[in-house]
């Protein structure tokens, strides 16, 4: 119920020796048959980090340093999907190209400038995540060549498509307590194996 007034609550000087609480669950281990969802960032729970077109690339690094985070949806004022932006496509080829192609300095490029168009993002459906296993998903990211893939669910009235979920290599690395920041390194799921069996 809301007071009309709210009186202060009375604060006392910190006892020596306090610590910080560690978060109570970090990401969940995981083994190869464990289900996809349990290595899925869900984005009801997690907020996405996103970003305009219209910011520099030194803008969208500084976001990404500042979320922790390798992707960034291109999000429209509306908040509509325009595109994705992974740490891959600020170093990578399209920029040097582009560079190359118009002249100009890196810091001039935008986010739209080299972003991943939304008609070229591919997706899973959550239906078929909620199927699957964490060697499916793997076996996806190693097939498509990429660090990420998204999940989109549906608005149970309107039937709309938003996203869910994020997967990454990184996470899913961390979550099986593999060595390796990206699944590029090892090419088989026996490879993987060996490395879960060190």
Known sequence: MERVVYKPLSMAR???GVVVQPPLAGPKPIRLDSPAVEAMTDLRLVAAATIRGSATIPE????????????LFVVAVTGVVEGLLTAHDIVGEKAVNLLHDRGGRHQELTVTDIMVPHGAIEVLDIVDVMRAEVGHVIATL???????????????LT?????RGIFSATQIGR??????????VAHTFAEIEAELAR
Do not use: C, W, Y
């Not at 969208?60 to 390798?70: D, H």
């Not at 039937?159 to 996203?163: A, G």
């Not at 099986?176 to 590029?184: N, Q, S, V």
């Open 14 to 16: 910190m006892h020596p």
């Open 60 to 71: 969208a690094n500084r976001t990404m340093i500042a979320r922790g985070v390798r992707l």
């Open 142 to 156: 190693k097939e498509s060549n990429r660090q990420h893939a998204l999940v989109v669910d549906r608005d149970r």
């Open 159 to 163: 039937r709309e498509e938003f996203v």
């Open 175 to 184: 979550q099986l307590g593999m060595p390796i920041a990206t699944f590029d």
